[in-house]
């Protein structure tokens, strides 16, 4: 069983939805239903274009990290790692876009500690999961 990982996927979907119906509202609004920019001259600062990659973004990490937490708790990981790091890697995901890419120039503060935050989080899974199955390396 895998119940920290499990109770952990509702909140990110959660989220991820709300990510893509931000698109949705986009499209309808600018009549824009193909393509990531309603303004080719805008560049990076179209918000179609932000929104598209905050969803890109996040299907980019997330899954990953929570395949690495799946497989660890069916290798013995302690439930309190596991929703310790699914519980920062949300909050990281969330700083990322809420307070990184939709702040002006998609400059915020919390895109960096998203990013950083998020990288750490895969790699002390891996690590865990790595310590986790150690005896079987060889």
Known sequence: MTPATAAWATPFAAYYLFL???IVYQRLTKKQYMGDTTDPSQGTKNPL????RAQ?????????ALVVALIA???GADRKYINYALGSLL???ISHVELGMMRSDSLGLGRP???Y???GVIAGLAGYLGWLVKDYWL
């Open 20 to 22: 893509q119906n931000r």
């Open 117 to 119: 935050g998020t990288q």
């Open 91 to 93: 909050a990281f995901r």
């Open 113 to 115: 500690l998203g990013f």
């Open 73 to 75: 708790e069916l290798n």
């Open 49 to 52: 274009y932000v929104l598209t």
């Open 56 to 64: 890109l973004n996040f299907i980019e990490n997330v899954p990953f």
